[in-house]
């Protein structure tokens, strides 16, 4: 099976744009959980989507978005960027909860 | 909150010896704890996880404990190789029907020929 994709790969942004990140899971992988990897944070936990519906949100605020197609397919959002908003932004999929999370490359994102 | 505490932050080996990471969660309801490998550029890899029902679990050169009780597990790497250099995080899940992982903040092993 293929693994999981995330485009695009890298990204520069200026502040206050908004910037739509896409990741597409493992064929049959309805769970797709999307985490921020900083040098300072670690790897800390954004969302989760199963079956097109969130079902756990992080604690990072509003300005960050998400969705998830009838695909399983998902997209994240964030907007008005701020400076420390550069990150990597990973995305996991999996079969369901408690079960293996397999990560896309990433998209690094870089605010100017 | 939920929180993982995970030690030591860096880790220096010489080539052939044992090392021995080690984390601590906060939420007794965690069942499934998996630890990744992150090397260079690269995403984090799976390298082996255990569930709640057993206490040890192990893989070639690569074991780890739980202990429910003090809600702590560990990594052990037994003979260490130089491609084990890597950053090592462990993670515990949210209680509750979801996917959330809690992680460590990591652990930079290298391993020194």
């Known amino acids: 099976k293929a693994g999981v994709t995330q485009t695009p790969r890298y990204l520069i942004k200026t502040r206050g744009q908004q910037v739509t990140l896409s990741c597409s899971p493992i064929?049959?992988?309805?769970?797709v959980s999307w985490y921020q990897q900083t040098p300072g944070q670690g790897l800390q936990f954004l969302f989760e989507?199963?079956?097109?519906?969130?079902?756990n949100k992080g604690n990072f605020p509003g300005r960050f978005s998400g969705r998830q197609f009838s695909n399983s397919r998902s997209e994240m959002n964030v907007s008005t960027l701020e400076l420390g908003d550069s990150a990597l932004y990973l995305c996991?999929?999996?079969?369901?909860?408690?079960?293996?999370?397999?990560f896309g490359p990433g998209t690094r994102l870089l605010v100017l | 909150g939920e929180n993982v505490e995970q030690h030591p932050s860096t880790l220096s080996v010489q080539e052939g010896d044992s090392a021995v990471i080690k984390c601590t969660y906060s939420?007794?309801?965690?069942?499934?704890f998996p630890w990744y490998k992150q090397e260079l550029g690269k995403r984090p890899q799976l390298i082996i996880d255990i569930r709640s029902n057993v206490g040890e679990k192990k893989d070639q050169r690569i074991a780890v404990t739980l202990n429910k009780t003090a809600k702590h597990f560990s990594l052990h790497i037994t003979e260490t190789q130089p491609e084990d250099s890597a950053v090592y995080f462990c993670a515990a899940n949210s209680s509750g029907n979801t996917g959330k992982l809690i992680f460590g903040q990591g652990t930079t092993l290298q391993v020194k020929p």
């Open positions: 996991a999929s999996s079969s369901g909860a408690r079960e293996t999370q397999y």
């Open positions: 939420d007794s309801a965690s069942n499934y």
């Open positions: 064929s049959g992988h309805r769970s």
């Open positions: 989507y199963f079956s097109e519906t969130q079902r």
